[in-house]
């Protein structure tokens, strides 16, 4: 039934995307013009996936760190795709794909740091180091990049902030493609663990004793949510509030057992930003809006709605 | 008798010294006086002989009116004249370094009217430094700045002449208005893509050039709009502002594709130096951009 539900708003919101714009055409067009196939279906599908992607990022994340404020983006990921688009502009690296790739590449060394600062205590991944390590490893990229911003003189810095604040005009079916074939396999093993991360719920000694291999739960459910988080960084800048709100959604509407909050977070999560992206094109037409700006204000009065009704109830 | 008058001279002598003395601290209201866009009155003893400025068209603007042998400092933007490359740097100015600036030891600062621009002028005045404040986004707004200039640094008859250019560069139509006049948009980033408003100089730059900025109705300098809108509003032209010659790099990509100027590519290149700042060599600039929109097929 939920997945009815799911995927009925999924077709509406993508509908919704292929129909409207600031561009008025006529029905009998749609199906033949430039500005549908070249230009609002692959927006509405990358915002699709990258919003199903942050949700599933954000459902494992809060799952492993057993903390409802841990976002895909809290762990230093933000700061590291931050550093990386900055200095790809600093250091003037050509071509198209220089930015994603740099931010890619700054998200998965904080990554790589971040994970490194948790194992500090031994063989064991310590979700509490990991929320602090993230913590300062994302004001030690803020750090640097700021330093590169006042040191460096290239206008175009300004714009690499504006690239950060994230957002869908650069969708093509590149990046579609980019994310199809890079998704389904961190998508695939969190799905997988979704078992492992109910019994994580209950502590990390009784997953053990139930038979969940904790350690190595850890991180893999650590690298594929993050592996996911800065591959929507590459294509889409940083864009929150997806990743922390679509998990509590799900969870209140849908129950804690990760075997129907992962796939339903990843459904809410796209139909949320699609329709995020659909209205920060159109509703301030012609200009645009910065789409975690929607998410935000779409996103709070649903939750806040959610937690009142749950909270009462 | 006697003595008394020569006493009471004495001190009619005396009082006439005071009185002058007086009036010669009063002096400096005399000097070069301009309320500034701070709606601050700025007065100075004497015409400016130590200046810094902090915007590249306020130095342009100082040496169009000979007072360029005045400038002490500039910013790291400042690239004309050439002669300004002569003048030491303070750096780049957002926001400025301040006691970079005081180590110039100028009598007068100008500074573009900015939140932090205004802080920084009242920490200059603290250290005794006047500071000028100035507004300068339209192409309206230089020749009331180049006739402030002029008086603050005593070439009134250069600036007043420039400031007369100014005023009948932007208060005359195209001068040769055409049918169909050409239209244009000027996108200065493509992801996100942000094209220029009414509230930018460059806007009345493409009217007077003979063009229209199919982004007229946005009322702001500049806005973020999605690539749909600007292949619905179907510029016959794509205006960047860049100093290499090479079309922009994301002409080749196939969203970009959809817009059909950047299709067929039709780009106007424009030299940021001339085209990224309103300054005395705007009628320049509408000269070079009519003589683009005519050569450009």
């Known amino acids: ?313 | 008798m006697r003595r008394w008058t020569v006493r009471t001279h004495l001190a009619g002598l005396v009082a006439l010294a005071a009185a002058t003395c007086a009036r010669g601290e009063r002096a400096p209201a005399a000097g070069p006086a301009v309320i500034d866009d701070a709606h601050r009155r700025v007065t100075l003893a004497v015409p400016a002989r130590r200046i810094v400025s902090l915007l590249p068209s306020f130095t342009e603007m100082l040496f169009a009116i000979g007072a360029g042998d005045r400038l002490v400092g500039r910013t790291a933007w400042c690239d004309y004249p050439p002669a300004a490359l002569a003048v030491p740097s303070v750096g780049d100015g957002i926001p400025p370094n301040v006691e970079a600036v005081a180590a110039r030891r100028p009598d007068l600062v100008v500074l573009y009217r900015s939140g932090p621009n205004v802080t920084a002028a009242e920490q200059l005045e603290r250290l005794g430094v006047r500071t000028v404040l100035f507004d300068l986004n339209r192409l309206e707004e230089l020749g009331s700045v180049a006739r402030r200039l002029g008086v603050l640094t005593g070439h009134r008859a250069a600036a007043d002449s420039l400031a007369r250019a100014m005023d009948s560069l932007v208060s005359q139509g195209p001068e040769s208005p055409t049918p169909n006049p050409k239209s244009l948009a000027f996108i200065v980033w493509d992801n996100p893509p942000i094209v220029i408003g009414a509230g930018s100089f460059l806007d009345r730059l493409a009217g007077l050039a003979g063009a229209h900025n199919v982004f007229h109705d946005i009322a702001t300098p500049s806005a973020q709009v999605s690539i749909e809108t600007i292949a619905a509003r179907n510029p016959d032209f794509i205006a960047v502002l860049s100093d290499t010659a090479a079309p922009p790099r994301y002409a080749g990509r196939p969203e970009w594709r959809v817009v059909p100027a950047v299709r067929k590519g039709r780009f106007l290149v424009l030299p940021g130096g001339l085209f990224g700042r309103p300054g005395p060599r705007a009628a320049e600039a509408v000269r070079e951009l009519r003589r683009r929109l005519e050569t450009t097929p």
Request: charged share 10%; aromatic share 6%; with cysteine.
């Open chain 1, 1 to 313: 039934m939920k997945y009815l539900v799911l995927a009925g708003a999924a077709l509406a919101t993508l509908a919704a995307a292929l129909l409207v714009g600031p561009a008025n055409l006529p029905l009998a067009d749609l199906a033949s013009s430039p500005i549908v196939w070249q230009l609002r279906l692959p927006r509405a599908v990358l915002a699709f996936l990258v919003g199903g992607a942050l949700g599933v990022a954000g459902t494992s994340l809060q799952a492993l760190v057993r903390n409802p404020l841990a976002d895909p983006f809290l762990l230093g990921l933000s700061g590291g795709a931050g550093l990386g688009a900055v200095a790809a502009i600093a250091l003037h690296l050509p071509g198209p794909w220089a930015l994603p790739l740099a931010a890619f590449v700054g998200a998965v060394g904080a990554m790589a740091l971040v994970y490194r600062l948790g194992l500090v205590g031994g063989g064991e991944l310590d979700p509490r180091i990991l929320l602090l390590g993230g913590v300062a490893v994302g004001a030690l990229a803020g750090a640097i990049t700021t330093a590169i911003v006042s040191l460096a003189e290239a206008t175009e810095l300004r714009n690499a902030f504006l690239w950060l604040w994230g957002g869908f005009s650069g969708a093509s079916w590149t990046t579609v493609l980019v994310m199809l074939a890079y998704a389904p396999l961190p998508l695939g093993v969190l799905i997988a663990a979704a078992r492992p991360l109910d019994l994580l719920a209950l502590g990390e000694e009784p997953a053990q004793y139930l038979g969940a291999d904790v350690r190595r739960l850890k991180r893999v459910v650590y690298l594929a949510a993050s592996l996911l988080t800065a591959a929507a960084v590459a294509v889409a800048g940083v864009i929150g509030f997806v990743g922390l709100v679509v998990p509590h959604v799900c969870r209140l509407l849908w129950g804690r057992l990760h075997r129907t909050l992962l796939p339903t977070a990843f459904l809410t999560g796209g139909v949320l930003l699609a329709a995020a992206d659909t209205l920060a094109r159109t509703v301030v037409a012609p200009r645009e809006l910065p789409v975690g700006i929607v998410t935000a204000l779409l996103g709070v009065p649903v939750f806040a709605f959610l937690l009142r009704r749950w909270t009462v109830g």
